[in-house]
């Protein structure tokens, strides 16, 4: 099992902006658990109780030396992701670079649904 530290965005501009960085990366780390892996994600356990920013940034970049890839979630690259692709580029962590989890899953059954439509029609 390979620990994933899950890079996505968490501030926004308004509450539904926040809840919708949360919602992604809870997609992110329930792909990471359904592939077997098990997901760092301090962005969705550090707000639970720590106030500060710059405080929870520190945290998080110190979790990323424990994983064994940085996953980078999402279209946009928040300061706090940034930092932590730095992090994980300078410790020679494996960084892969991911669009949202649910529209990789929906994309990946699509793709499974039209090949077997294809098989089934002798294409």
Not at 15 to 28: C, D, F, P, T, V
Not at 80 to 95: D, F, N, P, Q, Y
Request: proline share 3%; aromatic share 4%.
């Amino acid at each position: 099992m390979k620990a994933i530290y899950v890079c996505s965005p968490y501030r926004a501009k308004d509450e539904q902006g926040l809840q919708e960085n949360i919602k992604l990366a809870r997609r992110a780390c329930e792909l990471v658990t359904c592939m077997g892996d098990a997901p760092i994600c301090p962005q969705l356990y550090f707000s639970q109780f720590i106030k500060e920013r710059e405080t929870a940034l520190e945290a998080g970049l110190a979790l990323v030396g424990a994983a064994d890839e940085l996953w980078v979630i999402g279209s946009r690259i928040s300061e706090g992701m940034a930092a932590e692709i730095h992090e994980a580029t300078k410790l020679g962590k494996k960084v892969r670079c991911m669009t949202d989890p649910k529209v990789a899953e929906e994309h990946l059954l699509n793709t499974i649904l039209m090949s077997k439509s294809e098989d089934e029609h002798g294409h």
